[in-house]
Nanobody, 114 residues
Framework: QVQLVESGGGLVQAGESLRLSCAASGSIFNINAMGWYRQAPGKQRELVADISSGSSTSYADSVKGRFTISRDNAKNTVYLQMNSLKPEDTGVYYC????????WGQGTQVTVSS
């Protein structure tokens, strides 16, 4: 079992920045990758960014050049630095951790006003 606790969401204006954090606990030694999905109102959940245990990263095209995913292995925490935020980045952001199963955080709201 892996438990995930997210923090860092909020309300910002377009062009501003936010940093999301996701702290993992439990069977963390089995984690292969972690990352973030988001879900906007009325839309399907979409992958935002992923980081492997070897620190390889991938991003949705819509966030490339603006978002950066990173991990601190000592703290068992993954971060999503979000710069130059746009109103279309608004949504609930969910952290996940993948072992042979996928575990999810509770979600954190990000709202970007124009």
């Amino acid at each position: 079992q892996v438990q995930l606790v997210e923090s860092g969401g909020g309300l910002v204006q377009a062009g501003e920045s936010l940093r999301l954090s996701c702290a993992a606990s439990g069977s963390i030694f089995n984690i292969n990758a972690m990352g973030w999905y988001r879900q906007a109102p009325g839309k399907q959940r979409e992958l935002v960014a992923d980081i492997s245990s070897g620190s390889s990263t991938s991003y949705a095209d819509s966030v490339k050049g603006r978002f950066t995913i990173s991990r601190d292995n000592a703290k068992n925490t993954v971060y999503l630095q979000m710069n130059s935020l746009k109103p279309e980045d608004t949504g609930v952001y969910y952290c996940y951790a993948r072992t042979h199963l996928v575990y999810w955080g509770q979600g954190t709201q990000v709202t970007v006003s124009s």
